[in-house]
């Protein structure tokens, strides 16, 4: 029993004292785990002291009271400035109101004593009952610990009450500790790298490890659950220990209980090698790098607890629904298979198997083609073998065919971000690294610049459903992307040059893609484009906002930077993903409002400056000693006579080693007045054409296509200063014809040649094509818009036609343009989704279309189109 | 003490930040805004959609300055966000009664 009561000008000094002694033992070096034990027994000892003392001073007998610590507190973590989270608890309303005034004197005396108290009362009867809209204070009583008291009231409660009361309860306290965990997850963007973390709130930290704990509580110690190994428990109490401290060092820093750990606490921490026990001494990135893993550790400990579903005794009647529900959705994953997907995550069913490097990667393209997550288990298990070099792996180098497939697919990010967890990004891609964790200090970016650079990549995939109407506009971009592959290296390489000790980051990241592209054996065409979008990566934004985009210059000045609509559209979804991911706040629909006018403004301005912006090949002299060097043998003035007057799009579309491989074709139309060239690609062919122009040249190509099936998705058609047509197309095989028939390809090209060189017609070849196939309803009706433009070309007119895509859609609109003597100076092709949407620069007889002739075309075509 | 509000081109901000801060202001409230004065927007047709741009966009900037300041923000803005075009923006000045600081319950022209 203790003394009588001191009075609080004794008792302050003294507390004050000893915590002063406490912070001196943390300052000194003390652990965490000390300090935050000190604290306690100081609060312990405090408030048994004064309750005591106030219970004798009113004469008062304990019984019917108790005091108990709850939550941190209970679990003996009271950091410097926390509250002390305490409950009274009465026997019943009597003893409550008999009480009442007590415990006022208590509340105020230990606020004079300065501890904080949060306190909350409740009868016996009342912590029996759950209180649905406070899960919290139930969350809290789980870690109850006595004070104060009476002792036997608190153990009825704690042995006999709340056993049964709690068990019964398991259901409703982990969907609510599911649901209050997902949305304190939510608020901080479910990821631990921030820049200024919160050490209590924020992924990985304090609060994840607190709620871990209390899910072991409720799911129960299920061995399944214990850390996989005796190493695991000790990260994890390393973890929280390392956290610990950093809470303690912002209490006493800030004077209250402030837990964002800001840029000069992390210079502090790194200063004073906070709970580094290594003693090698570390600049701030570097000790944040210690926080992050430490931070990881906690994170995913408490996920997977998350993970876990609660089993609840069934119901005979709720047995046999479970048994007919799992025996007709659950399909056996085929024989021989390595994973399959499990309640909508991929599972592995093989382990031994993930020793071959390349089943591990194959799940990763899955799970990017399908955007079907890992589960935790799958990741603990290639973390399990990628981590023991002991294990013999083989297949173990990734090649640019593999990562390509996983970045070119609907949802990169699914892989992407596991195998950045698991290490195998950092194998695949090691410029990565530089960027590991790395904190850059700047007052807009709020994530560190790996969950930055991941971050872009998952907004963009998350265009296949756009979240809002900041990305409705650009989510058709992204649909119909040909080379996501590209776009998305570029967004994991495009910030490493910040990991690098170089002026310009943009200069250090193209240091990077030199050694990846090398590395991975990135065609040189590849390489170029990801080189022009990570050099060009701030432009977008800078010309949105430090540009008036509704300036004239702006956009053609913008346009010539870009050059081709291709790579500004590759532009526009690398600008929209890279100002959204510095933080939820950063794309305002102020600012994605004016990437897409500045977006729109440079397309028309492209296709529209098409036919006027023309090659002189005399200026071209670097390109024309690439042709000349690639060819071989070829007189500079020949490659001159080709390339002379082709739009400038066809030098930006094309690399030298492309236009070289053209300018051969061209040498050899002297033998054959029909040149062609006919490539797979990812998605369909490619068919390069080059012979002299003449009447419905481009209606005839379009139709041997369509007679064959094949579905033009994108085409241009150029013509050089000597009337040498160059077409490209690139299609669909609907019916694989030419995939699946090799001898088919040259038929394909005889039938093409026989066709264009007149010895065969065209017609029944489409006739037999339109018995053949049944017209399907569209999906999405488009309605046909026809404009002409008398402004955009000095000697051209264009006319754009938008109109629902159809199997021989372009043979049509060609055969139309050819029946009313309009020639094609320069098409432009392209679909997006069920939308056909066609450029045409159009001259008859030398000359601009005048106005009958346009309203006679609008109308035929629009006959034809329907 | 005056409060400024001034429209501005966003293209403009930057450079009119910067000055401001050359001649002495840190402090100043920014938004996104859009709207429009004699600058009608205008019209784009992108693959058979029509976009009508009728409200621009535009920065506005908020301050409250000591007398003593205001012809040196008002010329400062004047020089740095002219283009000479239609659409530069417009400077509004209102006179504001009180100033209090919120942590110190300052008041009057130290509270700015």
């Not at chain 1, 009825?156 to 306290?173: G, N, T, W, Y």
Request: a negative charge; one cysteine or more.
């Amino acid at each position: 029993m203790p003394g009588p009561a001191k009075p609080i000008g004794v008792l302050a000094p003294e507390i004050e004292k000893e915590r002063a002694q406490i912070r001196a033992q943390f300052a000194a070096g003390a652990t965490a785990r000390e300090t935050l034990r000190q604290l306690c027994e100081l609060a312990d000892g405090t408030i048994h002291e004064t309750f005591a003392g106030m219970m004798k001073v009113h004469e008062t007998p304990e019984d019917g009271l108790s005091l108990l610590a709850l939550g941190g507190y209970g679990r003996q973590m009271l950091f410097p400035y926390s509250d002390l989270d305490i409950l009274f608890l009465f026997e019943n309303h009597k003893s409550e109101e008999e009480f009442r005034p007590l415990i006022s004197e208590f509340s105020r005396t230990m606020w004079d004593l300065g501890f904080r108290v949060s306190s909350a009362g409740r009868t016996m009867d009342e912590c029996k009952r759950i209180e649905e809209d406070n899960a919290e204070f139930h969350l809290a009583l789980l870690d109850r610990r006595f004070l104060a008291g009476d002792q036997q009231l608190f153990d009825r409660l704690d042995k006999r009450i709340l056993p049964p009361s709690e068990k019964q309860a398991r259901p409703f306290l982990f969907s609510q500790l599911h649901r209050l965990t997902k949305e304190r997850l939510a608020r901080y963007g479910n990821t631990i790298f921030h820049l200024e973390p919160n050490v209590k709130e924020a992924p990985g930290g304090l609060r994840d490890y607190q709620a871990a704990f209390w899910l072991r509580q409720i799911l129960g110690d299920r061995p399944d659950l214990r850390g996989s190994s005796s190493a695991d428990e000790q990260l994890a109490a390393d973890a929280v220990e390392f956290q610990s401290s950093i809470r303690c060092l912002l209490h006493y820093s800030n004077g209250r209980n402030d837990n964002t750990l800001t840029y000069e606490m992390q210079e502090e921490a790194a200063q004073r090698s906070l709970a580094v026990r290594d003693g090698v001494q570390r600049d701030a990135a570097e000790w944040m790098r210690l926080y992050f893993r430490h931070a990881r550790t906690l994170n995913r400990q408490l996920l997977r607890y998350l993970d876990q579903k609660i089993t609840m005794p069934l119901s005979l009647r709720e047995r046999l629904f479970s048994a007919a529900r799992s025996a007709t959705r659950t399909e056996p994953p085929p024989s021989g298979a390595h994973f399959a997907i499990r309640n909508g995550q991929f599972e592995i069913l093989d382990q031994p198997a993930l020793a071959d490097r390349a089943i591990v990667y194959s799940l990763f393209t899955e799970a990017a083609r399908t955007g079907t997550p890992l589960s935790r288990d799958a990741e603990r298990i290639i973390a399990y073998v990628v981590s023991h070099p002991e294990l013999p792996g083989f297949n173990q180098t990734m090649s640019w065919d593999t990562l390509k497939e996983i970045l070119a697919a609907d949802y990169p990010g699914m892989a992407l971000r596991p195998m950045q967890r698991l290490g195998i990004l950092m194998e695949v891609l090691p410029e990565f690294r530089s960027i590991d964790s790395l904190v850059v200090r700047d007052f807009y970016h709020r994530y560190t610049v790996d969950e930055h650079s991941l971050r872009t990549i998952e907004h963009l995939q998350a265009l296949a459903d756009p979240p809002d109407t900041r990305g409705a506009q650009v989510a058709a971009l992204w649909k119909t992307q040909e080379r996501r592959d590209l776009l998305v290296f570029a967004l994991l390489l495009h910030d490493t040059g910040k990991g690098m000790p170089v002026e310009n980051h943009v200069q250090g990241s193209l240091t990077s893609l030199a050694s990846a592209a090398s590395r991975l054996g990135l065609s040189p065409e590849e390489e170029a484009e990801v080189h022009f979008l990570i050099e060009h990566h701030l432009d977008m934004s800078a010309t949105v906002q430090r540009r008036d985009i509704f300036d004239p210059s702006t956009v053609s000045g913008f346009s010539a930077t870009v050059s081709t609509l291709e790579r500004l559209q590759r532009l526009c979804l690398l600008t929209y993903a890279d100002i959204h991911a510095v933080n939820p706040e950063a794309l305002t629909p102020w600012k994605a409002e004016m990437l897409w006018q500045l977006f729109v403004a440079s397309a028309n301005h492209l296709s529209r400056s098409l036919d006027s912006d023309r090659l002189h090949a005399s200026d071209e002299a670097s390109l024309l000693a690439q042709v000349q060097a690639a060819v071989g043998g070829a007189a500079r003035s020949e490659i001159e006579r080709f390339l002379e007057g082709f739009p400038r799009r066809y030098l930006a579309a094309h690399s030298a080693a492309e236009i070289a491989g053209h300018f051969s074709l061209y040498r050899k139309l002297g033998g054959a007045p029909l040149q062609t060239e006919l490539k797979a690609e990812r998605h369909g062919f490619s068919l390069t054409l080059l012979t002299a122009d003449r009447p419905r040249l481009f209606a005839t190509i379009a139709g041997v296509l369509a007679a064959w099936g094949m579905n033009i998705i994108k085409a241009d058609a150029f013509a050089n200063a000597a009337g040498v047509v160059l077409d490209t197309f690139h299609f669909s095989d609907l019916h694989r014809t030419l995939e699946l028939n090799p001898s088919e390809v040259e038929r394909f090209q005889k039938t093409l040649a026989e066709v264009l060189g007149g010895q065969a017609p065209l017609e029944p070849l489409l006739q037999s094509r339109e018995s053949a196939s049944r017209a399907r309803p569209p999906k999405v009706a488009v309605a046909t818009q026809i404009n002409f433009d008398d402004d955009a070309s000095a000697h051209s007119t264009l006319l754009e036609v938008v109109a629902q895509d159809r199997a021989g859609l372009l043979y049509d609109m060609g055969s139309s343009l050819a029946r009313l003597d309009c020639n094609i100076e320069v098409a432009l092709i392209d679909t997006e989704g069920q939308k056909a949407i066609d450029v045409f620069y159009l001259t008859s007889q030398g000359n601009k279309l005048d106005i009958r002739k346009q309203e006679v075309l609008s109308e035929v075509l629009k006959g034809t189109l329907g | 003490m005056m409060k400024l509000e001034a429209i501005i081109q966003p293209s403009r901000f930057e450079s009119v930040k910067d000055a401001l801060r050359e001649v002495g202001i840190e402090g100043m409230t920014v938004t996104e805004v859009r709207g429009h004065g004699r600058q009608k927007g205008h019209t784009e047709v992108y693959r058979g959609r029509e976009y009508t741009v009728d409200l621009l966009p535009k920065i506005k900037l908020e301050m409250v300055l000591p007398d003593k300041l205001v012809n040196t923000v008002v010329d400062t803005i004047l020089k740095t966000a002219k283009t000479g075009k239609i659409g530069d923006g417009k400077i509004f000045l209102s006179r504001v009664e009180e100033a209090i600081r919120i942590r110190n319950e300052e008041r009057g022209e130290s509270a700015l």
